[in-house]
């Protein structure tokens, strides 16, 4: 945690969830009681199909709602793709950008996500902007290079603690049950904030820095104690209501 900021916990819901899952979202949004909200910020980012209805049904409830991905354009010939200003017009109001698999599933540079979070601004979006390094630079001992890299080139010019949210998911734990020791987690938290500090001031260390990466309900309390660690984006474990209110629950008395 971080003094003076309020955490923030996302479920990145990735290509899951049909109709029949909007009734882990109205349970998502019945567990998010004013007392847990006055703690923590709790957003659910379903599939694009998914996510007029979710801003519907969370209206008049603490759960805000948030989209995967989108274009780095307003609108134009993009078979597929969805601007942030159409995710504005679902009423959602965070967009992640950047994340590890669409960095590799779909060629996503930098440059790709600096533009993506360039995109979310510009319709009103908070950018939810994932970094992380790779098994392979892990081993090689070059996360913090990575991470330095895609602060530098990932993370636009400008960026303020009311725009940007960064997401530090070493790529090796998503999904995979793995994860870095809350040693390890402070050390990479501490780097993550330096750099941010360097690049954007006050902004900078006032900005939000998740960790992503097999958060459960098991481990959630001692991973989100952790210095810098200002909140969780949680894959696998934010399908059920339950063990993403779990997760919350780790703030609801500190
Ligand atoms: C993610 O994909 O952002 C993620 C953190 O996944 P998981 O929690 O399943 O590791």
């Not at 923030?8 to 019945?30: F, S």
């Not at 200003?85 to 779909?106: F, L, N, P, Q, W």
């Amino acid at each position: 945690m971080t003094p003076d900021i309020t955490p923030l916990v996302a479920g990145n819901w990735k290509m899951n969830g049909e109709r029949d899952q909007l009734d882990q979202l109205a349970l998502l949004a019945r567990g998010v009681d004013a007392d847990l909200a006055d703690k923590v910020d709790v957003v659910v980012c379903p599939p694009a199909t998914l996510l007029y209805v979710a801003t519907t049904l969370s209206e008049d409830t603490a759960l805000e709602v948030g989209a995967q991905d989108c274009h780095n354009e307003s609108k134009g010939a993009h078979t597929g793709d969805i601007s942030a200003e159409m995710i504005k017009d679902c009423m959602a109001e965070y967009c992640i950008v950047g994340h590890s698999e669409r960095r590799t599933d779909h060629g996503e540079s930098d440059y790709h996500v600096a533009g993506k979070a360039q995109a979310c601004w510009r319709a009103g979006l908070v950018a939810i902007i994932c970094i992380g390094e790779t098994e392979a630079e892990y081993d090689a001992g070059s996360a913090e290079q990575v991470l330095k890299r895609q602060i530098m080139q990932s993370v636009p010019e400008g960026a303020t603690e009311d725009d940007t949210i960064i997401a530090y998911e070493p790529v090796w734990a998503i999904g995979t049950g793995k994860t870095p020791s809350p040693e390890d987690i402070e050390e990479i938290h501490a780097f993550i904030r330096e750099e941010l500090a360097t690049k954007f001031g006050g902004h900078g260390e006032r900005m939000r820095i998740l960790y992503g990466g097999s958060v459960k309900p098991t481990n959630a309390s001692e991973i989100l104690a952790v210095n810098n660690v200002d909140g969780a984006l949680v894959g696998g474990a934010s399908l059920k209501a339950a063990d993403l209110l779990a997760i919350c629950e780790s703030y609801r008395h500190v």
